[in-house]
């Protein structure tokens, strides 16, 4: 057909309908990123928030059929938190970090990987038989070492409370390789038997890392970074559109508390290898798929040349890493063993 009609007896030239600019441009910005893998970090409000957790289910699902392969993980303080507080349980904290005794760890387990975990996998699978559901003890995908802590030059006890020592990447390639969206509740196993609970930042890192993805994607409350806390005028009242690895670590020490190790764990995943790191604020529908748009919201932190290539996908068999953020001397991060695929 040449897009003309008869209408009324006169020939008629009908001209194509443009296609959405900003699908285009969307498309466009995927590039080279098809096929690989992106892992997203789901938390803050938009857990919360109806609208906001169907609007990021349909966004990961609109990135795997755009020819990514998305990893979620997702903590849930406020669910535990509100959760807790039903049951009369006491979990005070110590250093920022929940006190978790074995009782309140068996309901921390339970509100992640048996409320939020399925209400996410649920809201994904409306559009398809796509997400499965699973934490880090499955397959022993997340290994955890008992967190130290100290208060005031004290020791304290913060029971079960873990961080990510090694990251076993079998489970998550073969669900890939079937093209499935993993979802992972940040539940770790320890060496010993016991389940810890690791911060669900961490864990984000630790898994872009050992897939060797190209993106992380890390959500917030925040619009993205600012050069200073609250933001003042001028340029630091400004969103940092993109930045440095190098230069993200000199702005640590003025970061909101908060903020400090989020960006701790997207310093150390970019150590391990992984492309980017976008900081994207959760509270904005679709803040996940315009983060690969030309407007894309939120900040960008991209790794120095000499951490380039300094690592990346493991390759076919065991391999072994160090947990980047070891030699970061920023916090304390935690430290990985090694990375395996099985």
Same mark, same amino acid.
């Given at each position: 057909m040449d897009g003309a009609a008869i209408e009324g007896g006169r020939r008629t030239v009908v001209q194509p309908q443009a296609q959405e600019p900003d699908l285009l441009d969307w498309l466009a910005g995927l590039g080279a990123r098809r096929g690989s893998a992106v892992v997203v970090k789901f938390g803050g409000n938009a857990m919360v928030d109806e609208e906001l957790k169907a609007s990021f289910a349909r966004s990961v699902v609109l990135l795997r059929y755009a020819g990514l392969r998305p990893?979620?993980?997702?903590?849930? @303080?406020?669910? /535990?938190?509100?959760h807790l507080r039903r049951l009369g349980l #006491?979990?005070?904290?110590?250093?920022?970090? $929940?006190?978790?005794?074995?009782?309140?760890? %068996?309901?921390?387990r339970m509100v992640l990987a048996g409320r939020v975990q399925r209400e996410l996998v649920n809201l994904v699978n409306v559009h398809g038989p796509f997400a499965v559901?699973?934490? @880090?003890?499955?397959?022993? *995908? !997340? &290994?955890?070492?008992? &967190? &130290?802590?100290?208060?005031?030059?004290?020791?304290?006890?913060? @029971?079960r409370v873990g961080e990510v020592?090694?990251? $076993? *990447?079998?489970?998550? $390639?073969? !669900?890939?390789?079937?093209?499935? /969206?993993?979802? +992972? #509740?940040?539940?770790?196993?320890?060496?010993? @038997?016991?389940?810890?609970?690791?911060?669900?930042? *961490?864990?984000?890192?630790?898994v872009a890392g050992a897939l %060797?993805? $190209?993106?992380? !994607?890390? +959500?917030?409350?925040?619009?993205?970074?600012?050069? #200073?806390?609250?933001p003042g005028g001028g340029a630091d009242g400004e969103v940092i559109g993109e930045l440095p690895a190098a230069e993200l670590a000199a702005l640590l020490p003025g +970061?909101?508390? %908060?903020?400090?190790?989020?960006?701790t764990a997207c310093l150390a995943a970019l150590r391990a290898g992984v492309g980017e790191v976008r900081v994207l604020d959760g509270r904005e529908p679709d803040?996940?798929? &315009?983060?690969?748009?030309a407007d894309a919201p939120g900040t960008r932190v991209v790794a120095d040349p000499v951490l380039r290539g300094a690592g990346g996908p493991l390759s076919g068999g065991r391999g072994q890493k160090p947990w980047p953020g070891r030699g970061l001397n920023l916090t304390q991060p935690p430290v990985v063993r090694q990375v395996r695929q099985a």
């Open positions: 990893v979620v993980v997702h903590g849930g @303080g406020p669910q /535990i938190d509100a #006491s979990a005070p904290f110590a250093g920022g970090l $929940r006190v978790t005794t074995p009782e309140v760890m %068996g309901e921390v559901g699973l934490t @880090g003890e499955d397959a022993g *995908t !997340l &290994r955890a070492v008992k &967190r &130290r802590c100290l208060v005031g030059g004290e020791p304290v006890d913060l @029971g020592a090694e990251v $076993r *990447t079998g489970l998550l $390639r073969a !669900l890939l390789a079937d093209g499935r /969206i993993p979802v +992972l #509740s940040s539940v770790a196993v320890g060496d010993d @038997g016991a389940v810890y609970n690791v911060n669900a930042d *961490t864990a984000a890192a630790a %060797g993805a $190209r993106t992380l !994607l890390m +959500l917030t409350d925040v619009p993205g970074l600012y050069r #200073s806390w609250p +970061l909101a508390g %908060g903020m400090v190790p989020k960006m803040a996940v798929l &315009r983060a690969f748009g």
